[in-house]
């Protein structure tokens, strides 16, 4: 299982916002609503941001957005922050019955 | 609230082999599964696999298939992944997540929630 792909890295200046793409297949993103993305502060374990393509657990932020179409889903962040400069992380089922992460994005906020 | 705890820094030789724990604590692992992802130095998360302590089933990626032994002891609330024939290549945080959660053997959450503090395992002869 090949990881799913995200661009290296992306950046906007606070106020702005942002979206970074996850790309799967058709036997991935493309067939399950099992898409999650988890936040990375450098040193800390991963945080759970959004699952099942769109929700966001109690306490996350509503300037996160997800969304999918096709095979690529992306996480969108409104109003940039200066806390949100992290690594994100796209993660989705398979019908390997694994699970298959990202290759990550940095976002850096100017 | 359950949180999980992993056991501390490892430093093996190439060849050995290690195993790495993880213990909820404020709760059990209960209907959820225990999956176990890692991140080499610089480098993205790995998918490793998991366990779904109440029916000892386990699933591992094919890339760690006859190297890595995922267990775990419901008495005690903590689950165990076992890497053997290490390389500098397993030199990597380790982590551990709880998820998904079952209602029989229907999955019924899709995510990982909470994360353990991760566990730095390094490999040098």
């Known amino acids: 299982q090949s990881a799913l792909t995200q661009p290296a890295s992306v950046s906007g200046s606070p106020g702005q916002s942002i979206t970074i793409s996850c790309t799967g297949t058709?036997?991935?993103?493309?067939?399950?609503?099992?898409v999650s993305w988890y936040q990375q502060h450098p040193g800390k374990a991963p945080k759970l941001m959004i699952y099942d393509v769109r929700n966001r657990p109690s306490g996350v932020s509503d300037r996160f957005s997800g969304s999918r179409s096709g095979n690529t889903a992306s996480l969108t962040i409104s109003g940039l922050q200066a806390e949100d400069e992290a690594d994100y992380y796209c993660?989705?089922?398979?019908?390997?019955?694994?699970?298959?992460f990202g290759g990550g994005t940095k976002l850096t906020v100017l | 609230q359950v949180q999980l705890e992993q056991s501390g820094a490892e430093v093996k030789k190439p060849g050995s082999s290690v195993k790495v724990s993880c213990r909820a604590s404020?709760?059990?692992?209960?209907?959820?599964?225990v999956t176990w992802v890692r991140q080499a130095p610089g480098q993205g998360l790995e998918w490793m696999g998991g366990i779904i302590p109440i029916f000892g089933s386990v699933n591992y990626a094919q890339r760690f298939q006859g190297r890595v032994t995922i267990t775990a002891d419901e008495t005690t609330s903590t689950a165990y992944m076992e890497l053997s024939s290490l390389r500098s290549e397993d030199t990597a945080v380790y982590y551990c997540?709880?998820?998904?959660?079952?209602?029989?053997?229907?999955?019924?959450?899709?995510?990982?929630?909470?994360w353990g503090q991760g566990t730095l395992v390094t490999v040098s002869s």
């Open positions: 997540a709880r998820g998904p959660q079952y209602s029989g053997y229907d999955q019924t959450t899709n995510w990982f929630d909470p």
């Open positions: 404020g709760g059990t692992f209960s209907n959820y599964a």
């Open positions: 058709s036997s991935d993103i493309g067939v399950y609503n099992y």
């Open positions: 993660n989705s089922y398979t019908s390997s019955s694994t699970w298959v």
